[in-house]
């Protein structure tokens, strides 16, 4: 059993930077992939970044490679999400998320999810 707890959301302006963290409860934190997922009023929830277990892989979306970067800290069971460059369309709510394997980026595939941390980036 794992849990999350994302925070670190709110709301900027376009072009400007926030940090988003996902703390994991339980000693098994570095046996999971970790992602971000988002999901704007109205849309499905979205795939944005993984992380592999022990950090040395990473994936992204299109939409926000060169902007955001995951990291992963297995010593205190912490992911990362680091965003520059925001975007209004970047606005969602933001969900860190454990997988052990498959599809890494279907929502389907992971296994925990934590509650969401909105994200609202102003024109």
């Known amino acids: 059993q794992v849990q999350l707890v994302e925070s670190g959301g709110g709301l900027v302006q376009a072009g400007g930077s926030l940090s988003l963290s996902c703390a994991a409860s339980g000693r098994t934190f570095s046996s999971y992939n970790m992602g971000w997922f988002r999901q704007a009023p109205g849309k499905e929830r979205e795939f944005v970044a993984q992380?592999?277990?022990?950090?040395?892989?990473?994936f992204y979306a299109n939409s926000v490679k060169g902007r955001f970067t995951i990291s992963r800290d297995n010593t205190k069971n912490t992911v990362y999400l680091a965003m520059n460059s925001l975007k209004p369309e970047d606005t969602a709510v933001y969900y860190c998320?454990?997988?052990?394997?498959?599809?890494?980026?279907?929502?389907?595939?992971?296994?925990?999810w934590g509650q969401g941390t909105q994200v609202t980036v102003s024109s």
């Open positions: 998320a454990a997988q052990m394997s498959g599809d890494i980026r279907s929502a389907r595939a992971y296994n925990y």
């Open positions: 992380i592999s277990r022990i950090g040395g892989i990473t």
